[in-house]
């Protein structure tokens, strides 16, 4: 008789912590199942690709801690055209340039600028938001929320200007400060440039108030 009655209960405990065990698993299964097979919106695979792209930028900010090595940096990179791996991916040149002037302009404001600079920073800067704004009308779509970059309009001709002015002030300056070489422009107050003026009426003109 005891030992029915053992067996009996220990019948009764295996089917307990069996029981246990298994309504713990299924949980932490489907919610492994859940993170390895719930599809991305494209909402949020866009979210990631830009802030890959800007973390990017941020990264090529770091250690730029004078005035010298801004000009220098942004010098060479606004030069360059886009990565070919965006350019892959369908990207083209404007969003470089869109991409290199909002990091000049937190690069800018992240260091001492010199009172013979306030003049040809404070253009790069202006520019730097003609730049933004103007590939803000390029990539609005009205017929569409999730237009794709590869329907956006050409730069137009103010943000191709835009990126000009900055290259050439950027090269002037650079070239005077940092004696990199770069045949001088023109355009910058810093050497009295003879087409510092045609910065300053475009920027007058464009850059928001």
Not at 19 to 35: A, L, V
Not at 65 to 71: A, F, L, M, Y
Request: proline fraction near 2%.
């Amino acid at each position: 008789m005891n030992r029915i009655v053992y067996i009996v209960i220990s019948f009764v405990l295996i089917v307990f912590f069996s029981g246990c065990n298994q309504s713990k698993t299924p949980s932490n299964n489907t919610s492994q199942q859940k993170d390895q097979s719930a599809p991305q919106s494209s909402s949020e695979e866009s979210s990631e690709d830009e802030d890959t792209v800007y973390d990017k930028e941020e990264i090529k900010s770091e250690g730029l801690d004078t005035i010298e090595d801004v000009i220098s940096s942004f010098n060479r990179v606004m030069h360059e055209g886009a990565d070919p791996k965006y350019v892959e991916e369908g990207f083209d040149d404007g969003y470089h340039y869109y991409l290199e002037s909002l990091a000049l302009n937190r690069a800018l404001n992240d260091v001492e600028i010199n009172e013979d600079l306030e003049k040809d920073t404070n253009n790069l800067k202006k520019l730097s938001q003609i730049i933004k704004q103007e590939h803000f009308k390029r990539t609005d779509s009205s017929d569409s929320d999730t237009q794709s970059h590869t329907e956006w309009d050409e730069p137009s001709e103010v943000m191709d200007q835009a990126v000009l002015y900055t290259q050439h002030i950027l090269q002037d300056l650079d070239s005077s400060i940092n004696n990199s070489g770069d045949q001088v422009q023109g355009y910058s107050h810093l050497l009295n440039g003879d087409k510092k003026s045609e910065v300053d009426k475009f920027t007058s003109k464009y850059a928001d108030k």
